[in-house]
């Protein structure tokens, strides 16, 4: 005589399979979520920061001012010299909103360069995302660093 054994997966073992592969992946959607909210917010500060570093070489190579502007708004826009009436992307000394959740949420009234010895007036930028912030500050001797709102050191 011979004896069968069964083998396979019980409905309820199932379950609880399905049940805890949907609750990883839930958590991992969420992590990725924020991780891409992360990157975001560091590339658009890094971008400031380039436009910011491109307007100084500029001032100090004509010997001109590079004051800065805003135009606010859920796409806002800014950027160095004289103001515009509307943005264009292909500017070299614009920029605007890259991710549509960064905002920039302050920008120091008359900050901007000076022709002479890179040096600037300073102030700061401040953006802001669901994943944190980031200030963009310049110095008065026109450096520019990037800070986290949790780090006591600036890049």
């Known amino acids: 005589m011979k004896i069968l054994t069964e083998r396979g997966?019980?409905?309820?073992?199932?379950?609880?399979?399905?049940?805890?592969?949907?609750?990883?992946?839930?958590s991992g959607?969420?992590?990725w979520?924020?991780?891409?909210?992360?990157?975001?917010?560091d590339e658009?500060?890094?971008?400031?920061?380039?436009?910011?570093?491109?307007?100084?070489?500029?001032?100090?190579?004509?010997?001109?001012?590079?004051?800065l502007w805003l135009k606010p708004g859920a796409r806002w826009c800014f950027g160095g010299g004289?103001?515009?009436?509307r943005c264009r992307p292909s500017s070299p000394w614009q920029l605007s909103a890259p991710w549509p959740e960064v905002r920039l949420r302050e920008l120091s009234d008359g900050m901007g360069f000076y022709g002479k010895n890179n040096t600037a007036f300073p102030g700061h930028v401040l953006i802001a995302?669901?994943?944190?912030?980031?200030?963009?500050?310049?110095?008065?001797?026109?450096?520019?660093?990037?800070?986290a709102q949790s780090e006591e050191r600036c890049r």
């Open 9 to 26: 997966f019980t409905l309820l073992e199932m379950m609880l399979v399905l049940a805890m592969v949907a609750a990883l992946s839930s």
């Open 29 to 31: 959607w969420h992590g």
């Open 33 to 41: 979520q924020r991780w891409q909210q992360r990157q975001r917010l």
């Open 44 to 67: 658009s500060a890094a971008q400031i920061r380039q436009l910011l570093l491109r307007l100084r070489s500029d001032a100090n190579w004509h010997n001109a001012e590079r004051l």
């Open 82 to 85: 004289p103001a515009v009436e």
């Open 129 to 147: 995302s669901p994943a944190g912030e980031r200030r963009i500050i310049v110095s008065a001797r026109g450096r520019v660093r990037i800070c």
